[in-house]
């Protein structure tokens, strides 16, 4: 059964200043599956996925052309609607950005961005969403302590947790597990396999066995290109391009 | 129905800043414009070389020659520069370069203390302390007989004052300057104080500059502690031992008395537009002097 | 050759030595003659009262006046600053990131409108104060000194709003915030510390001044009660009491610079303790 696809990237060029660093790409991402960005680092990963969420705005020195259709919406065209477009995505960060407030708040600021407004119903979100990301556990009996007490990994679950409670479609994630010990960055993979079933996932990575492990399809990219694109069989399995045996084998970094 | 209202407080929010914005953005022109309105009876009823190089000052008569104030002036902040960039270009190669930086944790607190000591206060302790040295010691020293209020007093207490401005610029500068380059000095064999005086103070030349410059311009336009130090007799003075009058001062002593003279209200708001433009004028120099420097230097 | 390098060396070595330590020596110097001479005058009546008939013949009474006028314009004129310039300062790193040449153009006239002498805002203020009819006031003297601050209230804002890390953007953005809830909600709490060193920065500038308020506060004996009358200033309190030959009176002059640089001194503290708990606290990344 062939997927539908949730967000379709089509003649996305990305400049900054006179260097081109993404070069006409064009990319589905299939819906209620994982996606693996994949790449030695410094090939446009990131920026690409900024693109999905035109968190490149944030980035004087970078222009955008091309397509980014999510719902039949245009990211890159949508003007100031952009801010309610940004909620069908989650985004999780390399590192964990906590919000400068009472890790309750972390999770309560995009229920209320949300319009969520009742107090009772506010509560009950919050636990919901702490626990969904494991972490209620540890924080029940301090959620009023600032966010930036707690451990890189707890934050990075707060920052899971948070994503998930503004409710989102999609969840773009940038080496999420890069800043986080061993156990921490297995439970983040084992949600993203779990999420998959009502998430679309985005995730950019180096490490090839974290693709291998928990990738649907994968997307390699070099150098700013997108060199193949395909089923994670299809990728690890047997490889079409030169660029991709070179880089699973390991002979290039 | 509450997305309406985040859209209301944004506009809110937008219309405060931009308000805010717009009234910041205009200052320097509503000062320079006020301040000319305000002189213009004075700079339409006389030449302009005559007001800046006359040296005859008879408000009552109708005599506004602003030459002793503008020399008086000059002679004071140029003292007080002579004696203050030697002493800060000194002690920010000495705390960026020679010493630990835990000392760096003791001197910036120094510097703040100084940065924040009201006008005033250093006036006070320039007739507490400064104006009797320069009577008892430092006239006698010399062979000549003052009261202590000139020129001297002033440049003295003013390159106090303007020690933590330009010493705060200058650290800066010297702790902006990359490693990478001391470190290829002294490996080609230089001594540290080889390093310091052909690399690093050559390679920091311009940010000493714009300090001095930016120094200068503060120091222009002090008025209350030398105001008090100065002595404020409208004459040319021949020695640093000479009271004198500077152009700030000039304005604060006689706020009282401008009202009754005609002419005397528009002719210190002239001073007021001649401090402005002076002050704008170098302010403007030295960034233009950093931006062409930053820009050779990336 | 080497030999003289070296003395060369030694020289200038000492000479920093003395350099530097002659600027603390000199601070040593202005805090122990204010201290000196104002402790000897100062008492519980200076604190307490306002000037009695014949205050300046030496006779009875105190610069309660001054204290309260100083303290009353000073926290008007920092509270105005701060709902004028908190705004601008989010604007520019929030709202303009991505126009450089903006930001850099709002920086430069921040920076030249902070090196304008106070007397020149003085001077502005008095001729705006007479162009609009109103008096020497606390209203008058407050709005000038808020233009005064203004642009040091900002550019230390936009110094440590500058500091917030683009990760804490893009999370916030993410959640569906737009840019005034980025700025207003996360910028300010991110870096609550700093905007209150800003603030603190800017008031003890404002008490200190007296160039600005010279024309335009007015002078008067009494407490501080209307915007709209006149209002007594510490700088100020001091100028005149200094300018009286009557000992007493300049005795009372050094006491009243006593209590102006303890507020200073105070104030710097304050924003110092925070700036170290500020390190604590923070989130780092």
Same mark, same amino acid.
């Given at each position: 059964?062939?997927?539908?696809?949730?967000?379709h990237?089509?003649?996305l060029n990305?400049?900054?200043?006179?260097?081109q660093?993404?070069?006409?790409?064009?990319?589905?991402i299939?819906k209620?599956?994982?996606t693996?960005?994949?790449?030695?680092?410094?090939?446009g990963k990131?920026?690409?996925?900024?693109?999905m969420?035109r968190?490149t705005?944030?980035y004087?020195?970078l222009?955008?052309?091309?397509?980014?259709?999510?719902n039949?919406?245009?990211?890159?065209?949508?003007?100031?609607d952009?801010?309610?477009?940004r909620?069908?995505?989650g985004?999780?960060?390399q590192?964990?950005?906590?919000l400068?407030?009472t890790?309750y708040?972390?999770?309560?600021?995009g229920?209320?961005?949300k319009?969520?407004?009742?107090?009772r119903n506010?509560?009950k979100?919050?636990v919901?969403y702490l626990?969904q990301a494991n972490?209620?556990?540890?924080?029940?009996?301090?959620?009023?302590?600032p966010?930036?007490?707690?451990?890189i990994?707890?934050q990075?679950?707060l920052?899971?947790?948070?994503?998930?409670a503004?409710?989102?479609?999609i969840?773009?994630?940038?080496?999420?597990?890069?800043?986080?010990?061993?156990?921490?960055?297995q439970?983040?993979?084992e949600?993203f396999?779990e999420?998959?079933n009502d998430?679309?996932?985005?995730l950019?990575?180096?490490v090839?066995?974290?693709?291998?492990?928990?990738?649907?399809?994968?997307?390699?990219?070099y150098?700013g290109?997108?060199?193949?694109?395909?089923?994670?069989?299809?990728?690890f399995?047997?490889p079409?391009?030169?660029?991709?045996?070179?880089?699973?084998?390991?002979t290039?970094? | 129905?509450?997305?309406?209202n985040?859209?209301q407080?944004?506009?809110v929010?937008?219309?405060w800043m931009?308000v805010?914005?717009?009234?910041?953005?205009s200052?320097?022109?509503?000062?320079?414009?006020?301040?000319?309105?305000k002189?213009f009876?004075?700079i339409?009823?006389?030449h302009?070389?005559?007001?800046l190089?006359?040296?005859?000052?008879?408000p009552g008569? @109708?005599k506004?020659?602003?030459?002793p104030f503008? +020399?008086? #002036?000059?002679? /004071?902040?140029?003292?007080?520069?002579? =004696?203050?960039?030697?002493?800060?270009l000194?002690?920010?190669?000495?705390v960026?370069?020679y010493?630990?930086?835990?000392?760096l944790?003791?001197?910036h607190?120094a510097i703040?203390?100084?940065?924040?000591i009201?006008s005033v206060?250093?006036g006070v302790?320039?007739?507490?302390?400064?104006?009797?040295?320069?009577s008892?010691?430092v006239?006698?020293?010399?062979?000549?007989q003052?009261l @202590?209020?000139?020129i001297?007093?002033?440049?003295? +207490?003013? #390159?106090v004052? /303007?020690?933590?401005f330009?010493l705060? =610029?200058l650290i800066?500068?010297?702790?902006?300057i990359?490693?990478e380059l001391k470190e290829?000095?002294?490996?080609?064999?230089a001594?540290q104080?080889?390093?310091?005086?052909s690399?690093?103070v050559?390679?920091?030349?311009?940010g000493i500059?714009?300090?001095y410059?930016?120094?200068?311009?503060?120091?222009?336009?002090e008025?209350?502690?030398?105001?008090?130090?100065?002595g404020?007799?409208?004459k040319?003075?021949?020695?640093?031992?000479?009271?004198g009058?500077t152009l700030?001062?000039l304005i604060?002593?006689?706020?009282?008395?401008m009202?009754?003279i005609?002419k005397?209200?528009?002719?210190?708001?002239?001073?007021a537009l001649?401090?402005?433009a002076?002050s704008?004028?170098?302010n403007?120099v030295?960034?233009?002097f950093?931006d062409?420097?930053n820009?050779f230097?990336? | 050759?080497?030999y003289?390098g070296?003395?060369e060396e030694?020289?200038?070595?000492?000479?920093?030595?003395?350099?530097t330590?002659?600027?603390l020596?000199?601070?040593?110097?202005?805090i122990?003659?204010i201290f000196?001479k104002?402790?000897k005058?100062?008492?519980?009546?200076?604190?307490?009262?306002?000037?009695?008939?014949?205050?300046?013949?030496g006779?009875?009474?105190?610069?309660l006046?001054?204290?309260?006028?100083?303290?009353?314009?000073a926290?008007?004129?920092?509270?105005?600053?701060?709902i004028v310039g908190?705004?601008?300062?989010?604007y520019?790193?929030?709202?303009?990131?991505?126009?450089?040449?903006?930001?850099?153009?709002?920086?430069?006239i921040?920076?030249l409108?902070?090196?304008?002498?106070s007397i020149?805002y003085?001077?502005?203020?008095f001729?705006?104060m007479i162009?609009?009819?109103?008096q020497?006031?606390?209203?008058?003297g407050m709005?000038t000194?808020?233009?005064f601050?203004?642009?040091?209230?900002i550019?230390s804002?936009d110094e440590?709003l500058q500091?917030v890390p683009?990760?804490?953007?893009?999370?916030?953005?993410?959640l569906?915030?737009?840019?005034?809830?980025?700025?207003f909600?996360?910028?300010t709490?991110?870096?609550?510390?700093?905007i209150?060193?800003?603030i603190l920065?800017?008031?003890?500038?404002?008490i200190?001044d007296?160039?600005?308020v010279?024309?335009?506060?007015?002078y008067?004996?009494?407490l501080?009660?209307?915007?709209?009358e006149?209002?007594?200033?510490?700088?100020?309190?001091i100028?005149?009491?200094l300018?009286?030959?009557?000992?007493a009176?300049?005795d009372?002059a050094?006491?009243?610079?006593?209590?102006?640089?303890?507020?200073i001194l105070l104030?710097?503290?304050?924003?110092?303790?925070?700036g170290k708990?500020y390190?604590?606290t923070?989130?780092?990344?």
């Amino acid at each position: 059964m062939e997927p539908t696809t949730k967000i379709h990237i089509e003649n996305l060029n990305v400049y900054a200043g006179k260097q081109q660093i993404l070069k006409n790409i064009n990319i589905e991402i299939p819906k209620n599956k994982i996606t693996v960005i994949l790449g030695p680092s410094g090939c446009g990963k990131t920026t690409l996925l900024k693109c999905m969420n035109r968190l490149t705005d944030l980035y004087p020195e970078l222009k955008v052309t091309g397509k980014v259709m999510i719902n039949d919406k245009n990211v890159l065209e949508a003007g100031e609607d952009i801010v309610k477009l940004r909620q069908y995505m989650g985004l999780l960060s390399q590192r964990p950005y906590p919000l400068p407030m009472t890790i309750y708040n972390n999770i309560a600021f995009g229920l209320k961005l949300k319009g969520v407004k009742k107090r009772r119903n506010l509560h009950k979100q919050v636990v919901r969403y702490l626990q969904q990301a494991n972490l209620w556990d540890e924080v029940k009996n301090r959620l009023r302590e600032p966010a930036s007490r707690l451990s890189i990994g707890q934050q990075q679950r707060l920052c899971l947790a948070r994503g998930l409670a503004v409710n989102p479609e999609i969840i773009l994630a940038d080496e999420p597990t890069s800043a986080l010990d061993p156990i921490s960055s297995q439970y983040i993979e084992e949600k993203f396999v779990e999420l998959k079933n009502d998430y679309t996932i985005v995730l950019v990575t180096h490490v090839l066995r974290q693709a291998r492990r928990i990738a649907d399809f994968v997307v390699f990219m070099y150098l700013g290109e997108v060199i193949e694109q395909g089923t994670v069989e299809e990728v690890f399995g047997n490889p079409k391009m030169e660029k991709t045996k070179q880089y699973l084998g390991g002979t290039f970094n | 129905m509450y997305l309406l209202n985040r859209i209301q407080r944004h506009r809110v929010n937008y219309t405060w800043m931009i308000v805010s914005l717009l009234l910041v953005a205009s200052l320097p022109f509503l000062l320079f414009l006020g301040l000319y309105l305000k002189s213009f009876l004075l700079i339409h009823d006389y030449h302009l070389g005559d007001l800046l190089f006359s040296k005859v000052w008879k408000p009552g008569s @109708g005599k506004f020659g602003f030459y002793p104030f503008i +020399v008086g #002036s000059i002679w /004071v902040t140029l003292l007080a520069m002579l =004696i203050s960039a030697p002493i800060c270009l000194l002690t920010a190669i000495y705390v960026t370069q020679y010493t630990r930086k835990r000392f760096l944790r003791i001197m910036h607190p120094a510097i703040d203390i100084l940065a924040g000591i009201p006008s005033v206060v250093y006036g006070v302790w320039g007739i507490l302390v400064i104006v009797p040295f320069i009577s008892r010691f430092v006239g006698p020293l010399f062979g000549v007989q003052t009261l @202590g209020y000139s020129i001297l007093a002033a440049a003295l +207490v003013l #390159s106090v004052m /303007v020690i933590p401005f330009i010493l705060n =610029i200058l650290i800066e500068v010297f702790r902006t300057i990359p490693v990478e380059l001391k470190e290829a000095s002294l490996s080609l064999g230089a001594t540290q104080w080889q390093t310091v005086k052909s690399v690093l103070v050559k390679k920091a030349l311009p940010g000493i500059i714009a300090a001095y410059g930016f120094g200068l311009a503060r120091a222009f336009g002090e008025t209350m502690a030398v105001l008090m130090v100065v002595g404020n007799v409208v004459k040319l003075p021949k020695s640093v031992f000479d009271p004198g009058y500077t152009l700030p001062a000039l304005i604060a002593n006689n706020y009282g008395e401008m009202l009754s003279i005609p002419k005397y209200e528009s002719a210190l708001m002239f001073a007021a537009l001649i401090l402005l433009a002076v002050s704008l004028f170098f302010n403007l120099v030295m960034h233009f002097f950093i931006d062409r420097y930053n820009k050779f230097s990336a | 050759m080497k030999y003289s390098g070296k003395i060369e060396e030694k020289v200038f070595k000492i000479l920093m030595v003395i350099a530097t330590y002659s600027i603390l020596a000199v601070l040593a110097i202005i805090i122990y003659s204010i201290f000196a001479k104002g402790i000897k005058a100062l008492s519980w009546e200076i604190l307490s009262q306002v000037p009695q008939g014949g205050y300046y013949y030496g006779k009875g009474g105190g610069i309660l006046n001054a204290i309260l006028g100083s303290l009353s314009l000073a926290f008007g004129a920092t509270l105005l600053a701060f709902i004028v310039g908190l705004p601008v300062a989010l604007y520019i790193n929030v709202f303009l990131v991505r126009r450089k040449k903006l930001i850099t153009l709002f920086r430069f006239i921040l920076d030249l409108v902070w090196g304008i002498p106070s007397i020149v805002y003085g001077a502005f203020g008095f001729s705006m104060m007479i162009l609009l009819g109103l008096q020497t006031s606390l209203l008058a003297g407050m709005l000038t000194v808020t233009l005064f601050i203004l642009p040091i209230m900002i550019r230390s804002m936009d110094e440590i709003l500058q500091t917030v890390p683009i990760g804490l953007s893009e999370a916030t953005y993410s959640l569906g915030a737009n840019k005034s809830e980025l700025a207003f909600k996360i910028f300010t709490r991110q870096t609550v510390s700093g905007i209150i060193t800003a603030i603190l920065l800017s008031f003890g500038r404002a008490i200190g001044d007296a160039a600005s308020v010279l024309f335009t506060a007015g002078y008067t004996d009494n407490l501080p009660n209307s915007l709209m009358e006149p209002v007594a200033t510490l700088p100020l309190s001091i100028f005149f009491q200094l300018s009286s030959p009557v000992p007493a009176v300049q005795d009372r002059a050094y006491a009243s610079a006593l209590v102006l640089t303890l507020i200073i001194l105070l104030v710097s503290l304050f924003s110092r303790g925070l700036g170290k708990r500020y390190h604590k606290t923070k989130i780092n990344f």
